[in-house]
């Protein structure tokens, strides 16, 4: 079969008035725009996947994409979200609390779409840069505001702490993602002697350090972004090296334990919130996230195979809160923030195998060397971290951090692999 004839009608009659290419180039600037959209605003991101999923489907070869769902990289995500759909069936939570816990998981369908759309288009490069052009101008952006509370968007307290837009949460994740990023460019180009570019990188990535440090960060990022950094020495330093930047990243982070009172102040909260919840039920950050991982497990382990249905957490907590009203033990949620709880109290065993398996597949996609093959590494290592203390696969900013990331590099990817294994010689 023919692409234009698996193309649908409409398809074909805008074939007609646009060229192949320019509909391409459509696709991916909206693309680009999500990237650039990503760190300031939810409407924006939501608005140009909506266009992006209508340009790129006009160019579709329906044939190829649905073989190409074959791939685990592509139906896992799909039958996760086929999971959620089908836990509706068996919840008791009422259908509109069920119908809302399932938008969560679609945008995980966006990724086959990005895998096979950019492993065609020869602007994933672009994709990825406009997402850390976009959060160099978000730091500089915060830089202001913590100088000037006046100029955020955001509340008085928030805007004290230099956030303008989003939390600071999500923007701990981006300049954490985009700070260790760097490192693999970085060393690359001080090894080709290239010391102009790598200082104009380096002095970027410090930027979003710095910014961390003495302005605002989220304890997630503080205990992910070490793993982060020895997973890139792990993979791409020699022992030596390694060892030397070890020994410098102990020094810096005492310098900035004792410059930074913000610093200070946050790994201090780790050990007075835990005294706090357990000495005094007081519902503190540490507290409640460990009395709802305490009570998810319950949960789990009342219906450890399929779980208690999708949209079922709220009302299990409910069932469950205890104590006074203002108490760790009263709280009521949602979200157990943790992905694999969130996952098995909805979804039991079979949601538990069918996450770490997608994770695990798009872990196996980026074996190898190379800028986006690391990229694409380093946001799956992110999520599968950062996801130990945040449903971070299901919240909308770092689920498509995950999404964009991982579907644009992982198209990149192949391609690239495609283009090896065409250019390999025959065996005898």
Not at 299 to 326: D, K, N
Not at 340 to 353: D, E, M, P, S, Y
Request: charged content about 10%; proline content about 4%; hydrophobic content about 55%.
């Amino acid at each position: 079969m023919s692409a234009d004839a698996a193309m649908s009608p409409i398809s074909r009659v805008l074939r007609l008035r646009l060229s192949p290419a320019t509909w391409v180039t459509i696709a991916d600037v909206f693309a680009v725009l999500t990237a650039l959209a990503l760190p300031w605003s939810t409407s924006l991101v939501a608005i140009f996947v909506l266009c992006w999923l209508g340009s790129a489907a006009l160019m579709l070869d329906y044939g190829i994409y649905l073989q190409s769902l074959k791939r685990p990289i592509c139906f896992l995500p799909f039958a996760l979200v086929a999971l959620a759909l089908l836990g509706t069936l068996w919840s008791d939570a009422p259908w509109g609390a069920r119908l809302y816990a399932v938008s969560p998981t679609i945008k995980l369908l966006v990724l086959p779409g990005l895998f096979y759309h950019f492993e065609r288009s020869a602007r994933g490069m672009w994709v990825l840069s406009a997402f850390l052009v976009s959060c160099v101008l978000l730091v500089v952006m915060s830089s202001v505001v913590a100088f000037d509370p006046a100029v955020s968007l955001k509340p008085v307290e928030e805007a004290a702490r230099g956030i303008f837009v989003k939390n600071y949460i999500d923007q701990s994740q981006e300049f954490a993602l985009c700070a260790v990023a760097l490192a693999y460019p970085i060393i690359g180009l001080l090894r080709a002697k290239k010391i102009r570019l790598a200082l104009l990188l380096g002095a970027i990535a410090v930027g979003f350090v710095v910014n961390m440090t003495f302005v605002t960060v989220s304890r997630t990022a503080m205990v992910t972004m070490p793993i982060m950094l020895a997973v890139f020495a792990l993979l791409h330093l020699k022992w030596r090296t390694s060892l030397m930047i070890f020994g410098m990243v102990t020094l810096l982070s005492g310098l900035a334990w004792t410059t930074s009172p913000q610093l200070r102040l946050k790994t201090e909260s780790f050990f007075t919130d835990y005294r706090l919840y357990k000495t005094g039920n007081v519902p503190t950050s540490i507290g409640i996230r460990l009395e709802f991982w305490r009570k998810s497990l319950r949960f789990f382990m009342e219906a450890p195979f399929i779980g208690h249905g999708t949209g079922s957490t709220r009302g299990l907590f409910e069932q469950a809160a205890t104590g006074i009203t203002y108490s760790a033990t009263s709280q009521v949620i949602g979200n157990p923030h943790n992905q694999t709880l969130n996952v098995a109290v909805q979804w039991g065993t079979i949601g538990v195998v069918l996450l770490y398996a997608m994770w695990l597949v798009h872990l196996l996609l980026f074996r190898g060397e190379g800028l986006v093959a690391w990229i694409g590494l380093l946001v799956v290592v992110q999520n599968i971290f950062t996801s130990l203390f945040n449903s971070h696969l299901f919240d909308f900013h770092e689920g498509w951090m995950y999404v964009l990331g991982v579907g644009v590099a992982g198209g990149m990817t192949l391609a690239a692999k495609q283009r090896r294994a065409s250019t390999e010689p025959f065996g005898p």
